[in-house]
Nanobody, 123 residues
Framework: QVQFVESGGGLVQPGGSLRLSCLAP????????IAWFRQLPGKERERVSC????????HHGNSVKGRFTISRDMTKNTVYLQMNRLELEDTAIYYC????????????????WGQGTQVTVSS
């Protein structure tokens, strides 16, 4: 059962931008924290950014701070990840996930996951 619908991934050159969307078609996001994770083959999922829906507070990983921005539009029950100044190292599958437990890095604390969207940064 699909919990999230992710979109916006694709192929972009270094220095370019993409905006990822995470729509929750089946439940209200109001009481959750929503995070974007990314994963490379054979590696663990890394939390990139997170937003607490109730107050809009955000967290960004050191590798993306100043380049990525996470935001929410509750009229659309959607969370976005604006990714600017993309680098080759940003290439990965990006997943959104929801937790009741507040923004954290432990993937086991996230209750719902999307199917992932591929982001490829290449010249």
């Amino acid at each position: 059962q699909v919990q999230f619908v992710e979109s916006g991934g694709g192929l972009v050159q270094p220095g370019g931008s993409l905006r990822l969307s995470c729509l929750a078609p089946r439940f209200n996001l109001d009481y959750y924290s929503i995070a974007w994770f990314r994963q490379l083959p054979g590696k663990e999922r890394e939390r990139v950014s997170c937003i607490k829906i109730s107050d809009g507070s955000t967290h960004h990983g050191n590798s993306v701070k100043g380049r990525f921005t996470i935001s929410r539009d509750m009229t659309k029950n959607t969370v976005y990840l604006q990714m600017n100044r993309l680098e080759l190292e940003d290439t990965a599958i990006y997943y959104c996930a929801a937790t009741f437990h507040g923004c954290q890095s432990d993937t086991s604390r996230y209750n719902y996951w999307g199917q992932g969207t591929q982001v490829t940064v290449s010249s």
